[in-house]
């Protein structure tokens, strides 16, 4: 009385429609990795070497403050969230830690090589 209302195309596509679902969701995975490897990865390990950087300050150290203001560390205690820095001949600042965007080690004009030990 009734036709066969499913055709055999339809009967067989009808089983794959879960992984047609997951591929639409492929790009979207694709695009997130990506990123990731390419942005969010690299700046996690970039502040991770800083973090490292900053608790290894010690006496001596130029660094440059996120405010652009360039120092020497004339004070550093382990365990402390402050440092001294020398901004000028006798003018010493105390900055946070965590303001100071790098170190600089500077290397003058003539020191493109270290010296060799003359024996």
Not at 8 to 16: E, L, R
Not at 38 to 50: F, H, S, T, Y
């Amino acid at each position: 009385m009734f036709p066969n209302l499913i055709t055999p195309a339809f009967a067989q596509s009808a089983g794959g429609v879960g992984t047609t679902e997951m591929m639409q969701y492929l790009p979207l995975l694709l695009v997130f990795g990506v990123f990731y490897f390419l942005l969010i990865r690299p700046q996690q390990q970039q502040a991770k070497k800083l973090k490292a950087t900053l608790a290894g300050l010690k006496r001596g150290d130029q660094v440059v403050t996120s405010g652009g203001i360039v120092g020497r560390v004339v004070k550093a205690t382990d365990g402390t969230p402050e440092v001294e820095v020398e901004i000028a001949p006798n003018v010493k600042v105390i900055v946070l830690r965590d303001t100071i965007a790098s170190v600089v080690n500077p290397q003058a004009a003539n020191d493109t090589k270290p010296a060799s030990k003359a024996g």
